[in-house]
């Protein structure tokens, strides 16, 4: 059992460094030598506000934003929850709390990767068109599987002596 815990662990903490990757480094698009994240583009010099990012237009981008911030919010509050529940509470009972906020967390992840999908060409300039998903899209979309996972764990765990 302590292996099984060593590994949700080391699991949950690499699920958790990912978001914060997807989330802060600013290379969610790439073209040329310009980067798109969820809050500013940037070319070799310098980071500027995407355009009209704070308008009802942009609700999209400000949604995506929203979901990833709630989903590194919410890996970090599971993990706290976990490491509480471990020691607080009787088997039978355990990481049901802990396994129902980090499907939440990969529900807002796959929430956030998704809207982006759909909607990333629609908050661009024209010199952004044409280019490719960076690396931290890709990131975002392998920490969902790795949430999902992850919380289906705690659930299978609750029952573990």
């Not at 929203?66 to 088997?91: E, G, N, P």
């Amino acid at each position: 059992m302590l292996i099984i815990l060593t590994f949700i662990i080391l699991f949950h903490i690499i699920s958790a460094i990912l978001l914060f990757i997807a989330t802060i480094k600013n290379v969610w698009w790439v073209s040329g030598d310009y980067t798109l994240d969820l809050w500013y583009h940037c070319n070799s010099t310098d980071c500027y506000d995407i355009p009209n990012s704070a308008t009802s237009d942009a609700a999209y981008l400000q949604t995506v934003q929203a979901t990833m911030i709630l989903a590194t919010i919410l890996c970090c509050v599971s993990f706290f929850v976990f490491i509480l529940q471990l020691f607080r509470l009787k088997q039978g009972e355990r990481f049901v709390f802990t396994a129902i906020i980090q499907l939440l967390s990969a529900f807002c992840v796959m929430t956030g990767a998704s809207i982006y999908t759909a909607e990333h060409l629609n908050f661009k300039d024209n010199h952004f068109k044409n280019g490719e998903y960076g690396y931290s899209f890709v990131v975002a979309w392998v920490a969902f599987p790795m949430m999902l996972l992850s919380g289906l764990v705690y659930l299978v765990l609750r029952k573990r002596k």
